[in-house]
T-cell receptor, first 113, second 115 residues
């Protein structure tokens, strides 16, 4: 069955510290992978996506993610977190038709000063 | 571009009432998606349209839910009759049809509370 697992429900990071949010997927074909961010009361905004090629993907707001096929993972990273990064982060896997997106349950990021 | 527009942003209704959620996709986008977000189940795809035609409605929870897209710039999701367990945030998303690597753009969502 196709699924996305985000093992961490809630993470707290100090401002300026590095961040890694975990994402594991189960998908029968070549996965298309996405990270979205949702600020309170807002819709989802795409941070980055992976379709093929270089397994290290750069996104907006200083985020990057690395696709590791052997580990079925697509972890999101940021070297230095800002208070404005506090939000909920969703990992998703999509089909090759670009239609169905399967989302993880999300990880809430809190940033402490 | 104004992005995906959803209305209302908040809706409070009583059990048994009809609820209609509205979505205006980004101009030129050929795909439109309806999602539901709950604490228990996370984000789930309910239905999606391509060129105003419903393609996959397997995520629609039951017959009380229906969705239409009468034209390229408007879609509705209707719940009749509504039940408390329908309380959730409903998102609309759209994307262009320029290949498989396009991004879905999400609206701000409608927060529905059924009492």
């Amino acid at each position: 069955a196709q699924s996305v697992t985000q093992p961490d429900i809630h993470i707290t990071v100090s401002e300026g510290a590095s961040l890694e949010l975990r994402c594991n997927y189960s998908y029968g074909a070549t996965p298309y992978l996405f990270w979205y961010v949702q600020s309170p009361g807002q819709g989802l905004q795409l941070l980055l996506k992976y379709f093929s090629g270089d397994t290290l993907v750069q996104g907006i707001k200083g985020f990057e993610a690395e696709f590791k096929r052997s580990q079925s993972s697509f972890n999101l990273r940021k070297p230095s977190v800002h208070w404005s990064d506090a939000a909920e982060y969703f990992c998703a896997v999509g089909n090759q038709a670009g239609t169905a997106l399967i989302f993880g349950k999300g990880t809430t990021l809190s940033v402490s000063s | 571009d104004a992005g995906v527009i959803q209305s209302p942003r908040h809706e409070v209704t009583e059990m048994g009432q009809e609820v209609t959620l509205r979505c205006k996709p980004i101009s030129g986008h050929d795909y439109l998606f309806w999602y539901r977000q709950t604490m228990m189940r996370g984000l789930e795809l309910l239905i999606y349209f391509n060129n105003n035609v419903p393609i996959d409605d397997s995520g629609m929870p039951e017959d009380r839910f229906s969705a239409k897209m009468p034209n390229a710039s408007f879609s509705t999701l209707k719940i009749q009759p509504s039940e408390p367990r329908d309380s959730a945030v409903y998102f609309c998303a759209s994307r262009p049809d320029r290949g498989t690597q396009e991004t879905q753009y999400f609206g701000p969502g409608t927060r529905l509370l059924v009492l």
